[in-house]
């Protein structure tokens, strides 16, 4: 992932405070076998200390990957949008010479994949991801040997993912001026597609931290 210098988070916790923020769907990436392209699983994760907790079907076929090979890489990407360029064309500039871009946020972690395979630290993970996604417990115990989920461990792996390095980005033109940014922001408001809003919201959100960028 290529990094401007004004694309940079302003430091740990900020992309920390957008994960937790309900970003918590993403990529796993695995280098495919000699010969063979990289697999891409779409999946949820959930976070414990620096790890990433997934679990996978048993047949799915990214096992063989990770086993050959347990570097890979987890990208979530949010906060998309397409900014058309005439949104972007400088003062005195035609507004169909401005040139169009996308607005993101994405953070792109370096793992060491660990497979879970004990029963019981399956049904660990287990319980850790429903804290996070269930955290009002409205769902039966996970527990070995017990229904509904400890018939169903045997169908999934779990995966331990060893947070190794990040890199995150956070894409909303904070090198040009504030009055800039804050203009296509309400547009961005005002064409209220897909994810426009949360969009906005973000680029509102670093204005007012970025303010004028300074290299």
């Known amino acids: 992932m ?41 999946t949820h994760f959930s976070c414990d200390d620096r790890d990433l907790l997934v679990h996978l079907a048993r047949p799915n076929p990214v096992w063989t990957a990770i086993e050959h090979d347990p570097n890979v890489t987890f990208t979530v990407i949010g906060d998309y949008a397409f900014v058309p360029g005439p949104w972007r064309a400088g003062p005195g500039t035609p507004p169909t010479d401005g040139v169009p871009t996308s607005y993101y946020a994405a953070v792109q972690f370096s793992c060491r994949a660990h497979i879970v395979d004990d029963p019981e630290a399956k049904a660990e993970l287990l319980r850790r991801q429903l804290t996070h996604f269930q955290p ?54 005002e064409r209220g597609q897909g994810l426009d809003v949360p969009t906005a919201r973000q680029q509102l959100r670093r204005l007012d931290r970025v303010g004028p960028w300074k290299p």
């Open 2 to 42: 290529f990094i401007q210098p004004w694309d940079t988070s302003l430091d740990e916790a900020e992309w920390q405070t957008w994960i937790a923020d309900g970003h918590d769907f993403g990529q796993l990436s695995v280098n495919g076998l000699p010969g063979r392209p990289p697999t891409v699983v779409p």
């Open 136 to 189: 009002d417990g409205d769902h039966a115990p996970v527990a070995v040997g017990q229904p509904p989920y400890g018939r169903m461990l045997s169908g999934i792996r779990g995966l331990r993912l060893e947070v190794t390095d990040v890199l995150a980005k956070f894409k909303y033109d904070d090198h040009k001026p504030v009055e800039h940014r804050a203009a296509v922001a309400d547009r961005l408001t």
